[in-house]
Nanobody, 120 residues
Framework: QVQLVESGGGLAQAGGSLRLSCAASEFTLRSYDMRWYRQAPGKERELVASISSAGGGTNYADSVKGRFTISRDNAKNTVYLQMNSLKPEETAVYFC?????????????WGQGTQVTVSS
């Protein structure tokens, strides 16, 4: 069964750090563009960071630039999100997403999410 499984969430103090991981099973992440989203209670899901399949080009939401780093280890079939200088307003469920468009077909997979809670 194709799956994305996030881990690494938990409780952090304001100013602290967490590293999220997203591991794939039953498919290879190498060809996929990967994204991290987050959704806070009562808010829409927002894109936090993305990394391309080819070359690893990255993009970040303005609110996390300079503090978050997305990376991928294709050998481990895993994508990471290093989060530093965390803020209480970044408390949310963080989701991993894998996307691929090839030969006129789209492939889009989501993980179940991991809770990040930042205390003030």
């Amino acid at each position: 069964q194709v799956q994305l499984v996030e881990s690494g969430g938990g409780l952090a103090q304001a100013g602290g750090s967490l590293r999220l991981s997203c591991a794939a099973s039953e498919f290879t992440l190498r060809s996929y563009d990967m994204r991290w989203y987050r959704q806070a209670p009562g808010k829409e899901r927002e894109l936090v960071a993305s990394i391309s399949s080819a070359g690893g080009g990255t993009n970040y939401a303005d609110s996390v630039k300079g503090r978050f780093t997305i990376s991928r280890d294709n050998a481990k079939n895993t994508v990471y999100l290093q989060m530093n200088s965390l803020k209480p307003e970044e408390t949310a469920v963080y989701f991993c997403n894998a996307g691929l468009q090839i030969w006129g077909r789209s492939y889009d997979y989501w993980g179940q999410g991991t809770q990040v809670t930042v205390s003030s």
